[in-house]
């Protein structure tokens, strides 16, 4: 297995980790986290209420014990769209591809613990985009406009960083042209953002300040704004200083969902030019103040609560990029594995095949770009006129 192939197992690997973890924290505070299990949460846990069946705002979805979410159902089927095309994706390849995955083929829920189509487990920002492809027959580059503006779209574009290993700018590019027909606005951006997150952490030699700076770069409005905002406070932290609340309080001015999540405030979600998501600027926070330690990002990610999921989902790829499988405690990803139904690194190598094979034809047409180019700039034949 090379470089590249061993990053994207552990890519996959790590956020399916994260999510995972994640999936039994979310929506709840980290006082209500602590009081639930004990104290932090350090593995795998139950769901939060047992009575989970029937127990609102959880019922009907069966969140702890090892379940993967619908983070990591879309990252997969994602994958299955690259597997099928073998090469860099559009906007039409949701529409022609993907949409047809979440509404045609039957798969195993963890969390409704049944056999069925990934639309059942779908929330509304994602059915949005069957709606609109699929009855609707909008442009697929414009159908994500006037959907709500989440993480839907950012949550499980992982194999767009993959596929783009090493190019952050070429990650960016692709998943903003693939989630036009998903979100719009900075749910769009940090679709974008996280993609290239992934992509400069699968460069050699690459750690977390890489990522960041990377993400700076390249990011736009107040997703940039988020994650400068985010980066100085944990740059300023001192030894012994709380990560989660100070991240909290350095995405505040920029989150619309406001204090309490489970009650968002009247303009939440709506498309604006000076917010961002949550998820992503936290999930890149606790990956910078842990200086890349998976297991210390995940589980800071999954104990800040709030939308506990998609945050240890990113936190849990990039860190995972970053150090490579050995850093994924292989205890989480039996479990997981076992509880899900699901084979991890299955998954991980299709994607590292198709991601292997995109490289190669990505230094082909280089070559042919720079004999164009230097056929463009030709002075030895003097001036045409």
Known sequence: ???????????????????ALGGATEGWTPEQ????????????????YPNWQDARPIAPYHKGDGHITDDTLMTHALVQVYARRRDHLDAYAVA???VPLLIGETRWIPELER?????HRLFLAEKWIVARLHYGHVDPREAGVGNIVNCGAAMYMAPVGIANAGDPRGAYAEAIDLTGAHQSSYGREAAGTYAAAVAAAMTPG??????VDACLEIAHDGTRAAIEAVVETVRNLAPGDAVAPALRAAIAPFDTVGPDYRKPAM????????KSIEELPVALGFVLAHGGDFVDSVLGAVNYGRDADSIATMAGAVAAALGGREVIPTDWVSTIESASRVDLTAVGHQMAAV???IARRDAE??????RRIAALTDTAGGTRR
């Open 1 to 19: 297995m090379n470089w590249l192939e061993d990053r994207a197992v552990a890519t996959l690997i790590g956020a399916a980790v994260g999510d």
């Open 33 to 48: 986290i602590a009081e639930r299990h004990g104290g932090p949460v350090t593995g795998v846990v139950g769901p939060f």
């Open 96 to 98: 022609d591809d993907l």
């Open 115 to 119: 056999e069925t189509l990934l639309l």
């Open 206 to 211: 690459a750690g977390p300040e890489d990522v």
């Open 267 to 274: 303009d939440a979600r709506l498309p604006s030019r000076t």
């Open 355 to 357: 991601a292997t094979e």
């Open 365 to 370: 047409r280089a070559h042919r770009q720079l």
